[in-house]
């Protein structure tokens, strides 16, 4: 069963406020995506097939992990899902690959891929937060369920059709019963990035470098 998606922010106030809410803005989260997909790109035929999309997964996750720890968030691996959590640990991000109906704000987005069940539990915190009948989600591990924490997903599409990335963050509250995310609460789109047929995006240079951490040392005595 698909949920409708509750609240969708696509005006460009709209994202600044909501994302605001969040202690996040556009920029952190673009530059996270436009990291991923240089390394999508930096990929040639003799990669393994899947290769390319993990890499892109994984060099998300880095670079918004990296930037945000500047902010005070931190970076938590529960099972196999890899989160950045704010330091009120209120909130938890995860990327995951978005399908065709990602960053469409008529759009109803899901996962392209099954997730785990430390997303179906994050769905089950969330759902309960937000009080929702429970529908269709059976228990699972519990490690997750850290009272007032929200998980949200930092979905991503590659429409290559269309020329564009496309991004948002968003709040899930549905899966089915194969584990693939069908339905969200709240939807804060990002602005459409586009690029050209060899995916050299002009943006991807500009990406921002990994951000450096100082970390003050103190003589104790």
């Not at 035929?45 to 390319?52: D, E, I, R, S, V």
């Not at 392209?112 to 529908?135: C, D, W, Y």
Request: with cysteine.
């Amino acid at each position: 069963m698909t949920l409708p998606n509750f609240s969708t922010y696509f005006e460009s106030n709209d994202i600044d406020q909501q994302l605001s809410f969040l202690d996040l803005d556009v920029a952190v989260l673009r530059d996270a995506a436009l990291q991923g997909l240089s390394a999508w790109a930096s990929c040639t035929a003799n990669h393994p097939p899947t290769y390319p999309g993990t890499v892109q997964w994984a060099e998300g996750t880095r670079a918004l992990r990296e930037s945000l720890l500047t902010r005070g968030w931190s970076r938590k691996n529960e099972a196999n899902l890899p989160l950045v959590v704010n330091a009120k640990g209120t909130i938890a991000i995860a990327i995951a690959s978005g399908d065709a109906q990602t960053g469409k704000s008529e759009g109803f987005p899901g996962t392209r891929s099954a997730k785990g069940p430390k997303t179906v539990e994050a769905i089950r915190a969330n759902r309960q937060q937000l009080h929702f009948e429970f529908m269709d989600i059976e228990p699972v591990l519990a490690s997750i369920n850290t009272p007032g924490r929200s998980t949200w997903l930092f979905l991503t599409y590659r429409d290559s059709s269309l020329k564009q990335l496309r991004c948002e963050l968003s709040q899930p509250v549905s899966i089915t019963a194969e584990g693939q995310v069908n339905g969200f609460a709240k939807r804060i789109i990002l602005p459409v990035v586009p690029f050209g047929e060899d995916l050299r995006l002009d943006d991807i240079a500009k990406v921002t470098q990994s951000p450096e951490i100082t970390v003050e040392i103190k003589q104790l005595g």
